[in-house]
């Protein structure tokens, strides 16, 4: 799925560390919701952000 245009970096990590940030903020946190997040969900969660 290709809806926005991004600069995406992977960082590494260990402990089922899984975030997103957007502009330095964390926006989603696998550590804290203790799963992965929904794709279709995902993407409509950061277009009301950058709007």
Do not use: C, Q
Request: net charge negative.
């Amino acid at each position: 799925m290709k809806k926005f245009a991004a600069e995406v970096e992977l960082i590494e990590s260990h402990g089922g560390a899984y975030e997103i940030t957007i502009d330095g903020e964390l926006f989603f946190s696998k550590k804290t919701t203790g799963h992965f997040p929904n794709e279709e969900r995902l993407v409509k969660d950061i277009e009301k952000y950058i709007v």
